[in-house]
């Protein structure tokens, strides 16, 4: 069974306002992510900071009428606005398999091969993560494969303070694997932060 988290809980102040939802080439951004993963994944889990943004996301996926063929499921966040890491642990506590692809919503180019090769390199049950990392060193915790096992490490790490997702990293044994090899354009990793990093011509 495959896994995947979508984090959607964060405060977007960079952008000014929920990335998920802005428009993107006529789609909102989740819908680009939410397109590619459906199919290959048994399950989709998404992550949002509060019941007023899930009730928003239901009715915008509502009146797309996006007819998903997978598992999909909302949740909130442990925390509001904790960051990232405790996106993590709350999509892991409701996932069914045993590990999953994480992913943020304002990364709409993810492609498929991406997904495929990442579920793959994943086969191996030694590691708790799967983290791909570019040639000069920068690694992808939010484009990464994580063991619901790290679940009692993730709370560790938060009582001891620690709110970043690269903490979770260190103390666990993780398979590097080169970002070129799971994807060669580098685009699944290509985030929207801001108005101005969406084109012109896909701005509504």
């Known amino acids: 069974m495959k896994s995947c988290i979508i984090l959607c809980g964060g405060m977007s102040t960079r952008m000014g306002q929920d990335k998920g939802s802005m428009l993107l080439e006529g789609k909102p951004m989740i819908f680009h992510v939410l397109e590619t993963v459906a199919d290959l994944v048994d399950e989709v889990v998404m992550v949002l900071r509060d019941e007023k943004r899930v009730e928003a996301y239901k009715n915008l996926l509502g009146s797309m009428k996006m007819d998903l063929k ?4 909302f949740c909130i966040d442990m925390k509001m606005d904790e960051g990232p890491l405790v996106g993590i642990l709350t999509g892991l506590t409701h996932i069914k398999s045993d590990k999953a692809l994480v992913l943020p919503c304002d990364s709409p180019y993810i492609s498929r091969t991406f997904i495929l ?23 992808e915790p939010l484009h990464s494969i994580y063991k619901r096992s790290s679940i009692d490490l993730i709370r560790e790490i938060l009582e001891d303070g620690f709110r970043d997702v690269r903490s979770l990293i260190k103390r666990s044994n993780v398979k590097f694997v080169d970002a070129d090899i799971v994807d060669e354009t580098g685009r699944s990793f290509q985030n929207i932060n801001r108005a101005e990093d969406i084109p012109k011509r896909g701005f509504e």
């Open 70 to 73: 997978t598992d999909l499921k």
């Open 117 to 139: 090769r990442m579920f793959q390199l994943s086969e191996v049950d030694e590691y708790d993560a799967v983290v791909p990392v570019s040639y000069d060193g920068r690694i």
